[in-house]
């Protein structure tokens, strides 16, 4: 149900209008609306101290449904996003079965309209069962809705298959997102090749394994003209190849997760942060919860991302948020699968970044809203801004208030996440989305 | 950019008695010789006629084996019998692992009987830690794990460069072969480490550590250097280890052929002449005669490789006295002998 929402005070961020004021704004019929057209009996709330922005928009979400509901569901996984301040998750098609046919496309516009107020939008598959093998039917899976294609979990099997699919979808005007990973070199692992693989006795999955991909993939792109979207970047090398094709002016666009930007292949050992390389492997070692494909990359690798994301080499944060049930990663390193539940966490998790002076709010923000909306497209633009008459998806942030990360309380039904315990500082405190309220964390304060 | 509490890393004078032996990373060298002293009275068990004392009577030690292996299973198995424990088998084929039960599930129900230990062998790097973290009673000795560590063997291998050569400090040792894939290898790195021997590293680049190859590595002691040349990596060598080359890497593309190993990484005459006159020759088994070791080196005069599988029974017995006993007794020497 739609509120009217007066948030009084608050410091305004407005990535498509470029603006960062202190201000008031309405929430009125769905819209954002001007303030001193409010009514007398809209709710107040004081956003002193405060900062609104538009909802963050996620390109890269498991919602793990329909399928694997014991992971995920669209319900748990929207109220995970709403907690984590994204009022647009977009899910991807490695589900069972796949995305790879209208029908699916269907169930999850009906699943997620029945969740709440969140938007889920789709990805679909490239390849038909996400086998590499035969081209889904992408006009259709377009008009159904889909907004763009992946054989996420999996990169797109071969270099021909890649070069037909960025023709189709280039013509449909929809990116192919790619999970660069050269099978060729390794498969699955979810540990980077370096002094913490040697130490752990684990087989790594070097950077460039992910490199070779990353070029293969920007060649076709320069082939063919289609939009090339890269999945979940990691590596210094793969920053340096998108930043090259950007020069030569090639539709490639970039997202980095929140993990890779702050945490490090350390954390396998179980050490929630740097440890010296001659430190003894403790039983905390073998860290299933910070297995992730790919993998959690060296220190240098996560400073290049950073740059990489300040400079606007990389165009989005996405969360790649991946729940497992706590029997899937109560296993021995190799069996487990890989991924991090990051959306309940992923806002406290950049503000670090914030924090530490890596990088400004305001294109922290960008990242989050606008940049994920230069790769799906300008139709989404009114889902980046806070100007009158768009939709009402925005996000309240309180920016300095420290939280203690403990999976139990997460939305999500997936725990997975290595940064259990830990004290993170930035925390959503309201997320409303379509003019409804879809997380309140205000508690109580401002009723 | 996240706080959190950093964990606790166990100086390297852990004191004894350890409840678990997961890899000699943290061992120092007076606990390793406080080791082999404990097992050097053990290996006074194995030469008596009636091989058997009561020490461990009343415990439950169980050897769980996930893997294929003789000797190390054994070897355990004989070292608790020895000291009277009653110890079970458990071997991967027929056990709950292949019915589709976790580890952990295994694990739990194991605890729940009340066993004292668990040996544990297994394909996977880490299980041991992993039962060490989720097990809250009961001690896990590792008898090696994926490709990561093997720190019994490693003891059973400085035991015996101890008894041949005494104090370890400044000797050359050097380690010939698959050393990526190998358990043994990591822990021998640690553990004559700590006991101050140099550590030369030979073989095919595809079985080194790429940060050792790139000269990048901070993670492995200064005392380890690379020399993919063995003429030149085993000259003057105090002790020759040879490492056993699985014959399926050559398919999986890591040699281009046995014949090109052989030709550059064999253990032969040869080669065992540029080294210490009277160097030692060792190798964990099972050995490929003929492909890493020549057969008149591994039954020639300078061959441990027997005398190893004996000291393994005593540093077992030794780990499995000090883990279950050690406590409660005046100490490793404490066994009424």
Same mark, same amino acid.
């Given at each position: 149900m739609s509120e009217t929402l007066l948030i009084k005070s608050a410091r305004l961020i407005d990535p498509v209008a470029g603006t960062d004021t202190v201000g008031d704004l309405l929430v009125l019929d769905g819209k954002i609306a001007k303030a001193s057209a409010a009514p007398s009996d809209a709710r107040v709330i004081d956003g002193t101290g405060l900062v609104l922005t538009p909802g963050f928009i996620d390109l890269h979400t498991h919602l793990r449904e329909p399928g694997q509901e014991d992971k995920e569901s669209i319900k748990s996984g929207t109220a995970a996003g709403a907690r984590g301040g994204f009022t647009t998750l977009c899910c991807m098609p490695n589900t069972v079965p796949a995305i790879d046919n209208s029908t699916v496309v269907d169930f999850i516009k009906q699943q997620a309209l029945e969740a709440g107020p969140i938007r889920v939008l789709a990805f679909g598959a490239v390849s038909r069962g996400r086998e590499g093998k035969e081209l889904t039917d992408m006009e259709e899976l377009a008009r159904a809705g889909v907004v763009g294609f992946t054989d996420d979990g999996s990169p797109v099997a071969t270099g021909h298959l890649m070069q037909s699919a960025l023709l189709y979808a280039g013509q449909l005007g929809l990116p192919i997102m790619d999970h660069c990973e050269d099978y060729s070199i390794v498969?699955?692992?979810?540990?980077?090749?370096?002094w913490v693989s040697d130490r752990l006795g684990l087989a790594g999955y070097p950077s460039a394994a992910e490199e070779s991909i990353v070029a293969r993939d920007i060649a076709l792109c320069e082939l063919t003209g289609g939009h090339f979207h890269v999945a979940h970047l990691s590596t210094a090398g793969s920053a340096d190849l998108v930043r090259q094709a950007k020069a030569k002016g090639l539709r490639v666009t970039a997202e980095v997760t929140p993990h890779h930007l702050t945490l490090s292949e350390e954390w396998v050992l179980g050490t929630h942060g740097h440890v010296e390389p001659d430190a003894v492997v403790t039983t905390a070692a073998y860290e299933t919860r910070a297995k992730v494909s790919p993998p959690l990359r060296s220190l240098s690798d996560q400073a290049a991302l950073i740059e990489a994301l300040r400079d606007g080499t990389i165009d989005a944060i996405a969360t790649d948020h991946a729940p497992h049930t706590y029997g899937d990663k109560a296993t021995p390193f190799d069996e487990a699968p890989n991924g991090i539940s990051v959306l309940d966490t992923a806002f406290g998790m950049l503000m670090g970044l914030v924090h530490a002076g890596e990088i400004d709010l305001p294109t922290l923000v960008q990242r989050l809203t606008a940049g994920p909306v230069s790769v799906l497209g300008e139709r989404f633009i009114e889902l980046a801004t806070l100007a009158e008459g768009t939709p009402a998806d925005l996000v309240l942030l309180a920016p300095d208030e420290e939280w203690q990360v403990d999976p139990?309380?997460?939305?999500?039904?997936?725990?997975?996440? %290595?940064?259990?315990g830990d004290t993170l500082r930035g925390r959503v405190k309201l997320t409303i989305a379509g003019g409804e309220?879809?997380?309140?964390?205000?508690d109580g304060l401002n009723a | 950019m996240t706080t959190g509490t950093m964990p606790t890393v166990e100086a390297k004078t852990a004191t004894m008695p350890r409840r678990h032996v997961l890899d000699l990373d943290d061992f120092n060298k007076a606990e390793i010789e406080t080791i082999l002293d404990s097992a050097e009275a053990m290996r006074g068990v194995l030469g008596r006629d009636i091989k058997k004392v009561p020490a461990l009577r009343g415990k439950v030690v169980l050897v769980m084996f996930l893997e294929a292996s003789t000797r190390t299973r054994v070897s355990f198995e004989q070292a608790g019998k020895m000291l009277s424990a009653d110890v079970i088998n458990i071997s991967g084929?027929?056990?709950s692992a292949e019915k589709g039960e976790s580890l952990l599930n295994t694990a739990l129900t194991l605890q729940a009987m009340h066993a004292d230990l668990i040996v544990i062998r297994s394909p996977q790097s880490g299980a041991p830690y992993f039962l060490a973290r989720n097990l809250d009673s009961v001690s896990v000795i590792n008898a090696g794990d994926g490709t990561h560590a093997h720190p019994t063997q490693a003891l059973l291998d400085l035991m015996t460069m101890r008894r041949h050569i005494g104090d370890m400090a400044g000797k050359k040792v050097v380690i010939i072969g698959d050393v990526l894939h190998s358990r043994v290898a990591r822990s021998d790195i640690y553990g004559l480490a700590a006991v101050g021997a140099n550590v030369v590293l030979s073989g095919p680049p595809t079985m080194i550590p790429l940060e050792l190859l790139r000269g990048t590595s901070e993670h492995f002691p200064d005392s380890v250097t690379v020399e993919p040349n063995l003429d030149k990596a085993i000259e003057d060598a105090d002790v020759v280890m040879a490492l056993r080359i699985q014959k399926e890497r050559a398919a999986g593309g890591l040699l281009p052929s046995m014949r090109e190993y052989t030709r550059r990484w064999q253990v032969t005459d040869a080669r065992l002449a540029r080294a210490k006159p009277g160097a030692l020759v060792m190798h964990p088994g099972p050995m490929n005669e003929g492909i890493e070791i020549s057969s008149s080196i591994a039954h020639g %005069?300078?061959?441990?490789i027997e005398e190893q599988v004996t000291n393994g029974v005593a540093i077992r017995m030794a780990l499995l006295y000090q883990t279950l006993a050690g406590a409660a007794h005046a100490g490793p020497m404490g066994v009424e002998l």
């Open positions: 498969k699955g692992l979810g540990i980077n090749e370096g139990k309380a997460f939305a999500s039904k997936g725990r997975n996440t %290595p940064l259990d309220i879809a997380y309140d964390g205000l | 084929s027929g056990s %005069p300078g061959s441990q």
